[in-house]
């Protein structure tokens, strides 16, 4: 590997760390509130038909997926739970006539994140879209 390579592959892992930063602290932020039930996730439980119990859940389930994401040895992983996890408040909220731009956007981020920090990642995905 040359020194442009290996320049290119740390400003890699560098933006993905960055966007994985930013995305922790709107998920882990996402994730207190349903867990501890402020008046917003309650107003939103109920805009769902969630009792503010079942959205506490999710909220746990968000923040233990966000932090296995977090770590690099359980990357991967996370980045699979929070994938089904945003599909999922994807799906929700298409159901509710709800904004969508919250779950896409961090659909997004955390998919690119997880393509620079796990370079194996972004091959296999090379490998299917060449098909």
């Known amino acids: 590997m040359n020194m442009q390579e ?26 207190v509130d349903k867990i501890y039930g402020s008046e917003h996730a309650i107003a939103m439980s109920t805009s769902f038909g969630l009792s503010p119990e079942t959205y506490r859940w999710l909220g746990i389930v968000e923040l233990i997926s ?14 699979m739970l929070l994938t089904s996890y945003f599909g999922g408040a994807i799906a929700t909220h298409l159901q509710h006539q709800q904004d969508i731009l919250f779950p896409v956007v961090f659909e997004i981020i955390i998919w690119i994140a997880a393509t620079l920090r796990y370079p194996e990642l972004s091959g296999r995905l090379a490998q299917v879209f060449k098909r």
């Open 6 to 31: 290996n320049k290119t592959g740390k400003t890699k892992m560098i933006i993905g760390w960055a966007l994985s930063a930013i995305a922790a602290l709107s998920v882990v932020a996402s994730a």
């Open 66 to 79: 966000m932090v296995l994401f977090a770590i690099p040895g359980t990357g991967i992983l996370g980045v």
